[in-house]
């Protein structure tokens, strides 16, 4: 599958999320001695499903290394190594395991910048993957960007397709901030035209991924890509939406969400987490306070059910939201009055999810 | 283990005795003098006092090159000022001033100098320990043979980012000195609710790093030992520990004692107040010498009051400033 969204430059090869992932690391490490890569697993045969396979071999030991299974402490020295001078990634496998390094994150990592006055700098990159499908459970399938992005000082990035991935984890590796950038398992085999010379995509600059006037959609992660999906199911019944990836979560391009929605009038923000306390809400929030209550904005938001990831398949298939749950969604927010209508099941299917087989 | 390290302590010459008396008469002046003026809430922030255990900071960080690196707790005016950090800019980060080594936006538990390779203070126990261990990361790298030392209490050996951290520097032998402050309270908790057993530096010496412990403060045993471990880590050997017994005199936060709040009483204190190395040090300095460096000292405590006292605010618009870095 190939997702090509407006704002692309379209140039390059067509590229896998995941070797993007790795060209990019790769590329700033070539650029910048200081760049060094590592967390439990980076040096294995898997490489981190492939995303940092022979970096090792081309960069060496002391900047591509594996580590103890110490997420606090890792992140620890992740945060001192920066403050000396150095511009690490640190890898985790799962987005879950942050939780055992929020200490650091939140305490450190956050505030030192603000809390020194300005006198030292933390840039450093905490990579993590979200897991989805194949039974992946409750602790190895968390989005808990809602969490950071509760935090002054840190950076959040989750990009959907390979171009972005490239380009912000990039971006990232040359910010001066700690930014936690976060992948999702499923989008890894997915592809799109990445240029080869190393490119920025910056801070706090959504894309239009596609245009539509009757309905903004804001997908996250991998999200942008089942509202792409939802998109072709309601163009079929002759409604246009336009899907927006803010790619950034912080900083956040408020502006061109806020902007689509008055133009449209109806905002809809699928999250690929829970929707309590979430980017949805902060999103819908944001826009109706820019345009107030003249503007006349409907809102609505769509996430995880609010329970913990079940790996059985009835279950898993009813905790996230898919293409025709996204579609049925909007459906009613542009015609509140009609018929309910459901896109037939099988189409609303994506290519990856039945492609897809474990293990991870 | 070691209990008793095979070292030869040296008696000081003059003019070493002359600035360790000086370091130390400075550290318990400074902080004298914050207690003197707390009560007046010029200053405005949380302090945990190092008074009594000025031996350690001074010890084993004039083992140091001025080039190393020293990370240390929320009881950190000792290190600071040991590692020659400014004292005006302390001053003035007390007084929330934007003249402040923080801007004011980092308070007593937040000092930092990195001119003097000081990294910012933390106050959540333990915190620091791994962010020493990047740092020793970054020097190991650079490979001029510049040293960490990082500083912390009895109670930071209890959390598990210690230990996670002890097991990373012995694993990339890093150039980390690694010194425990034992005054036996967490907060108010004494040792004993706390550890299973005392030996500390047994658990240490498990993950391959050498541990030694010195037991009755002596500055000059302090220092022996911490040259000795800085000049093996210069030359590669990796992470060394040192558990130094020390007693905190003043109450855990605050400017005052607190023998009569029940958890400890002031016997416990006598042997090290009777020992304490500033009196040491000052007994053996000639009466004209010590009361000019008293007077010198006295005199830059009061141009630093001064200092902190003209000095702004720093301006409300400014609230969000150094958020992000550029």
Not at chain 1, 167 to 173: K, R, Y
Not at chain 2, 26 to 55: D, F, K
Not at chain 2, 178 to 190: G, K, Q, T
């Amino acid at each position: 599958m190939s997702t090509r969204p407006d704002g692309m430059s379209g140039e390059g090869r067509l590229l896998r999320y995941v070797d993007a992932l790795a060209e990019a690391v790769a590329q700033e490490m070539e650029r910048d001695p200081r760049v060094f890569v590592f967390g439990l697993d980076v040096t294995d045969h898997k490489g981190i499903q492939g995303s940092t396979l022979g970096l090792r071999e081309r960069f060496g030991p002391d900047r591509v290394f594996g580590t103890p299974l110490s997420e606090d402490a890792m992140t620890g020295v992740a945060i001192g190594a920066a403050m000396a001078g150095l511009r690490p990634v640190h890898v985790h496998i799962r987005n879950d395991f942050l939780m055992l390094a929020m200490n650091q994150l939140v305490n450190i990592a956050a505030k030192t910048h603000a809390m020194y006055g300005g006198a030292v700098t933390v840039p450093m990159v905490v990579r993590s993957m979200i897991g989805k499908s194949w039974g992946q459970g409750a602790q190895h399938s968390q989005a808990l960007h809602a969490l950071f992005l509760h935090i002054p000082g840190l950076k959040v990035v989750m990009p959907s397709n390979a171009h972005d991935a490239k380009g912000a984890l990039i971006a990232a590796i040359r910010d001066d901030n700690p930014v936690i950038f976060i992948e999702h398992r499923l989008l890894y085999p997915t592809e799109a035209y990445v240029p080869e010379a190393p490119y920025t995509v910056p801070p706090g600059q959504a894309r239009i991924c596609m245009t539509g006037d009757d309905l903004t959609l804001v997908g996250i992660s991998n999200m942008v890509v089942e509202c792409l999906r939802a998109r072709e199911l309601l163009a079929e019944i002759g409604i246009q939406a336009e899907v927006i990836d803010p790619i950034w979560l912080e900083p956040l391009d408020i502006e061109t969400i806020a902007a689509s929605a008055r133009r449209t009038r109806r905002l809809l923000v699928a999250d690929n987490a829970w929707t309590r306390c979430g980017i949805g809400a902060e999103i819908i929030a944001a826009v109706l306070e820019r345009a107030g209550p003249a503007a006349g904005i409907a809102v609505g938001r769509l996430g995880f059910a609010a329970t913990a990831c079940p790996p059985a398949p009835t279950l898993e298939a009813a905790f996230y939201p898919n293409p025709a749950t996204i579609a049925e969604a909007a459906y009613r927010m542009v015609k509140p009055d009609a018929p309910a209508w459901h896109p037939d099941p099988e189409r609303a299917k994506l290519a990856y999810q039945v492609q897809f087989r474990g293990p991870f | 283990m070691d209990e008793h390290p095979p070292l030869t302590i040296p008696s000081g010459t003059p003019a070493e005795i002359e600035r360790f008396y000086r370091s130390l008469r400075r550290i318990r002046r400074v902080e004298e003098e914050i207690a003197r003026l707390y009560p007046s809430n010029v200053i405005r922030s949380p302090i945990h006092l190092s008074i009594g255990q000025e031996a350690v900071s001074v010890g084993v960080i004039d083992g140091l090159n001025p080039d190393d690196v020293v990370a240390a707790s929320y009881r950190g005016h000792a290190a600071y000022l040991a590692k020659g950090g400014d004292l005006k800019a302390m001053f003035a980060e007390l007084y929330g001033r934007d003249t402040g080594c923080a801007r004011g936006r980092g308070g007593s538990m937040h000092l930092i100098d990195p001119a003097h390779h000081l990294l910012g203070t933390s106050a959540v126990v333990g915190t620091h320990i791994p962010l020493a261990a990047g740092q020793a990361l970054a020097l190991k790298r650079e490979g001029r043979g510049r040293v960490v030392v990082v500083f912390f209490g009895d109670g930071a050996t209890e959390e598990g980012v210690f230990h996670e951290t002890l097991n990373f520097a012995a694993l990339h032998r890093l150039p980390l000195l690694f010194v425990c402050e034992n005054n036996f309270y967490a907060i108010h908790s004494p040792l004993d609710h706390r550890w299973a057993t005392r030996r500390l530096c047994e658990r240490v010496a498990t993950y391959g790093i050498p541990a030694h412990q010195i037991t009755d403060g002596d500055l000059l045993r302090i220092r022996a030992c911490a040259l000795e471990a800085v000049a093996s880590m210069r030359q590669g050997s990796g992470p060394v520990f040192l558990e130094c017994h020390t007693y905190r005199w003043c109450e855990h936060v605050g400017p005052s004692e607190d023998f009569e709040a029940g958890y400890r009483n002031r016997t416990e204190a006598q042997p090290w107040q009777e020992t304490d190395p500033l009196d040491v040090m000052g007994r053996l300095l000639d009466p004209l010498t010590r009361a000019q460096i008293d007077q010198e000292i006295t005199l830059e405590i009061a141009e630093a009051v001064a200092f902190a006292e003209a000095s702004s605010f720093p301006a409300a618009e400014e609230l969000l400033a150094h958020v992000y870095a550029p």
